[in-house]
């Protein structure tokens, strides 16, 4: 008994030792497979490691170059002063900034197929929050509905314009929110505005580039819903702003209200200053012969004192129309596109295409030159709610680091009104897509 479990024993044992070289192979192979195993994990974790640097570091050099771009813009914007900015140039068109190249976009309203490059004036826009109802009625792709619910959004009243709506309609929506019964505070709060479609707004340029890309042009078959008529059909989007403004008596300079009956004395030597005794009893009768000694816009004192222009000129910058510190909302006749001119009030295509034809080759920094453009009746009906000076302007950014890799597109909004060109709005836009031309993407990655 006890010897066949001795031998059992050894049999066992014998067993074992047999099996030990195979054994060991196993686990020799297992911590193999497991060790390189181990050093694909890590070699893979380090891999995604170095991408996951290199992705940020084009983040960061992205947003450097965006950082770059906004402080480059509001040089050129104080720099610009009173007088319009550059146009046409190329000082906005693939700057470098050593972290990378940054583009200043602009939609070119008449030009669906090319992109445009430059600052935007916000003075060449209709202020939704100081446009009358006629003005924004005339505003394409507007309808009566939004035009009259704009109103009704802005004013501080709860009174319901025919069309509009007040607080009862806003509290009935699903999610419901109260009437603002304030100004904008910015252009795409007509989104929350009864009527305020998404269409109307941004048309079919779904990434807001200014050119029509084939997702805009394929009809149902991609966001957008487009005709696929070839054409690019804007919103009202790049005729509108909330944000023009601009300082009316203050300047430090002592300014003459010309509406007031009372500055009457003030402008009257004012006149005798710059013209001299002689002629100032003929101006003087000019104006005294065509109305009361008080004017709606500046344009109209020109036009009823029959100054020379140089004379007028010289006073322009004494006279301020009304008493209030700014004014808001005045349209630059100098910078605003057909569509917008065609807002103020009275003006036919062909008064707007005198305008167009005149303001290029004229001095720009005073408004006489609208005499030479309009008859004087026209002129004058279109006085208070026009200007040659602006002070805010905005700029669609599109910064591209410098390997190519990352990008980010920045909507920001300058205004210069105190001389500082500080950015009062800015909105990233970077989810709506790399709006400029695919290839300039694919060159600059190559070039890695
Ligand atoms: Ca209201
Ligand atoms: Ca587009
Ligand atoms: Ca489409
Ligand atoms: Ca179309």
Redesign the pocket.
Known sequence: MKRELNNRILTMADRDSRQSPGTVLIVTIWITLVLASMVIVMSRTLRVDVLASVNSLSSVQAEATANAAIAYVRARVSNSAESSVDYGEKPFEDMDSGSGRFWVLRPNLSDDKNHDFGLTDEGGKINLNSASLEMLLKLPSMTSELANAII????????ITAGGA?SEYYLLLGESYN?K?APLETVEEVLLIKGGDHDYLYGEDLNRNGVLDDNENDAQQTLPADNSNGKLEPGFLNYVTVYSYQPNGGGGEQKIDITSRRSGGQLRNLIRETVGEEDYFIINENIIASGPYRFQSVIEFYIRSDLKEEDFKKMEPRLAVGDDDEVTGLVNINTAPKEVLLCLPGLEQSDVDSIVSKRTDQDNSSIAWLKEALDDEKAMAIGRYITVTSYQYSADIVALSKDGRSYRRYYVVIDNAEGNAKVIYRKSLTHLGWPLDDKILENSKERL
């Open positions: 009704d959004w802005r004013d501080s009243d709860s009174e007040e009437c019964n």
